[in-house]
């Protein structure tokens, strides 16, 4: 397949960096191949009048971490080269896969500090070392750090993962740590925004319920052990 068919010119000012407000507002495009007129414009609060009753809606119920980190490699000579981690996994409680960037900086037995001043205890800064590294610049992080204490300091340090082409025109701030969950988060480990959910509102669910519409959550293997609920 040739990947340049996918390949479109985007403006810039058609970038949306901030959520719609309210969510139901989001646009809604509608396919049907079988009627004359195959794409729809709509938005989310159309929703309910496109379903039929007994229809069924699966929802994401996990919640985002602040899972990207930055710091620097530390320990190796006077240079201190700047390292952005973002979490892909949690292996058991200190230990994570990683995509690093940039890779090619870090050795196997390296250490990256993130941060330097902290608010969690006694803890000043939270260093991981590089156990294994991967092709594409994945990396095992094992922090010094376990369990409560190390999600805290994760949570207190780390960005919310935005998408790059929202995270490369505006820095991330406090208000994304409410923007990108969405109403169904419960279980904390997702790593990327499960987009779909964060279009309904609790106006939206109920006009749903009123359509006899199922909306229920589906629980998968998680990616932050022991937790459980996160969906890809």
């Given at each position: 397949m040739r990947t340049d068919l996918f390949e479109f010119a985007l403006p810039e000012d058609r970038i949306a960096l901030r959520p719609v407000s309210p969510r139901d507002a989001a646009r809604l495009l509608v396919v049907r191949p079988s009627a004359a007129t195959k794409l729809k414009d709509r938005t989310m609060r159309d929703l309910p009048g496109l379903l039929r009753a007994g229809d069924a809606l699966v929802v994401n119920d996990s919640r985002v971490i602040p899972a990207k980190l930055h710091g620097r490699r530390i320990g190796r000579g006077d240079r201190e080269p700047a390292v952005a981690a973002t979490l892909l996994e949690r292996l058991d409680g200190s230990r994570w896969n990683a995509l690093v960037k940039p890779g090619k900086r870090l050795a196997i037995g390296d250490v990256?500090?993130?941060?330097?001043?902290?608010?969690?205890?006694?803890?000043?800064?939270?260093?991981?070392?590089?156990?294994?590294?991967?092709e594409g610049g994945e990396v095992t992080l094992a922090f010094a750090f376990h369990g409560a204490v190390l999600d805290q300091a994760l949570a207190e340090r780390g960005?919310?993962?935005?998408?790059?082409?929202?995270?490369?025109?505006?820095?991330?701030?406090?208000?994304?740590?409410?923007?990108?969950?969405?109403?169904?988060?419960?279980?904390e480990g997702s790593v990327a925004a499960p987009t779909a959910g964060l279009h309904f509102t609790e106006s939206l669910v109920q006009a749903l319920a009123a359509r006899r519409v199922a909306l229920s959550a589906a629980a998968v293997p998680a990616l932050t052990p022991p937790h459980s609920g996160c969906m890809r």
């Amino acid at each position: 397949m040739r990947t340049d068919l996918f390949e479109f010119a985007l403006p810039e000012d058609r970038i949306a960096l901030r959520p719609v407000s309210p969510r139901d507002a989001a646009r809604l495009l509608v396919v049907r191949p079988s009627a004359a007129t195959k794409l729809k414009d709509r938005t989310m609060r159309d929703l309910p009048g496109l379903l039929r009753a007994g229809d069924a809606l699966v929802v994401n119920d996990s919640r985002v971490i602040p899972a990207k980190l930055h710091g620097r490699r530390i320990g190796r000579g006077d240079r201190e080269p700047a390292v952005a981690a973002t979490l892909l996994e949690r292996l058991d409680g200190s230990r994570w896969n990683a995509l690093v960037k940039p890779g090619k900086r870090l050795a196997i037995g390296d250490v990256v500090r993130f941060g330097s001043e902290g608010r969690v205890c006694f803890l000043d800064q939270l260093d991981a070392t590089v156990e294994a590294k991967g092709e594409g610049g994945e990396v095992t992080l094992a922090f010094a750090f376990h369990g409560a204490v190390l999600d805290q300091a994760l949570a207190e340090r780390g960005d919310m993962p935005l998408p790059p082409y929202i995270a490369g025109r505006r820095r991330v701030d406090e208000r994304d740590r409410t923007d990108y969950q969405t109403m169904f988060a419960r279980a904390e480990g997702s790593v990327a925004a499960p987009t779909a959910g964060l279009h309904f509102t609790e106006s939206l669910v109920q006009a749903l319920a009123a359509r006899r519409v199922a909306l229920s959550a589906a629980a998968v293997p998680a990616l932050t052990p022991p937790h459980s609920g996160c969906m890809r």
